[in-house]
């Protein structure tokens, strides 16, 4: 009876010290684990549940949603050799944690030098001009170059865009003048085009009245029709009066012309 007590309080004794180096571990959704037994990484733990043998077995867990990290400006000069302030802005998430943690001291700061040389050889082959052209598109081909080096850290880039371009003080001076002497140059075009389309009406309106006199009259009628209040008084001129008519009337001005001697 006493040796059974004894093996019952052994037995008890053992689950107590097993329960207490025991340890329940949960990986969440967007979590990774790595499992590291005696410090040596054993396994990637998905996620789930886990009971671990606390004395020799560590998890680390790895938040694997999407991230975002700046690079602040920094001066870069361009091709023709202008110093130009650019900010990137980048959204990215790891996509290998084994590689990410295990493969480098900080991953973040990795990331952070990958994006600033990235930009530095971007920046560096284009000239001004050229820069501002393609500054619309500068973020796709940023992305493009800075991938590559992102997954060989375990990381993926979503997506990366220069959120500032900053020019030198009195360069942004010399395109703010340019751009408004274009617009100035656009604005006189545009008027001198409407100048000459109006020209060109009146020039036809012009060949029309004289080939077709009664053309004037009838839009004097039309205008008076459309306002009120007016008094108008339309002549006829005697050449397009009737025959009887334009002979009366030239017979009260020179009077009765006598007949013609026949001839001897």
């Known amino acids: 009876m006493t040796q059974t007590l004894i093996a019952l309080l052994a037995v008890a004794i053992a689950a107590l010290y097993v329960r207490a180096r ?3 571990v949960t990986v969440f959704e967007y979590e990774r684990g790595l499992l590291y037994v005696a410090g040596k990484f054993r396994q990637l733990l998905e996620p789930g549940e886990y009971w671990l043998w606390t004395p020799s077995r560590t998890v680390v867990k790895v938040d694997v949603r999407p991230r975002i990290t700046a690079v602040p400006g920094q001066e ?3 091709a023709d ?7 990137v802005v980048a959204q990215y998430r790891i996509a290998d944690p084994v590689v990410a943690v295990n493969g480098q001291l900080s991953y973040e700061s990795a990331l952070y030098t990958e994006l600033q040389l990235a930009t530095r050889r971007l920046i560096s ?4 001009e050229s820069l501002l052209e393609k500054r619309p ?4 081909q940023l992305t493009e170059a800075t991938k590559a080096g992102a997954a060989r850290i375990g990381l993926e880039l979503v997506q990366a865009d220069v959120r500032d371009l900053t020019l030198p003080g009195e360069l942004k001076k010399l395109f703010t003048q340019v751009t ?3 617009q100035e140059g656009l604005a006189a075009l545009e008027r001198a085009r409407g100048e000459t389309a109006a020209l060109r009406n009146l020039a036809n309106a012009a060949r029309l009245v004289s080939d077709n006199p009664a053309l004037m009259q009838l839009r004097l009628l039309q ?3 459309e306002q009120s209040g007016n008094t108008v008084v339309l002549g006829m001129p005697q050449s397009a009066a009737p025959f009887p008519i334009a002979q009366a ?16």
């Open 22 to 24: 025991l340890r329940k």
């Open 125 to 128: 082959t284009e000239s001004i």
């Open 249 to 264: 009337q030239r017979d009260r001005i020179q009077g009765p012309q006598a007949p013609e001697p026949p001839d001897a």
């Open 180 to 182: 408004k002497a274009r």
């Open 223 to 225: 205008v008076v029709g």
């Open 137 to 140: 598109g500068m973020g796709a």
């Open 76 to 78: 870069i000069l361009t």
């Open 81 to 87: 050799g202008i110093a130009v302030k650019v900010s």
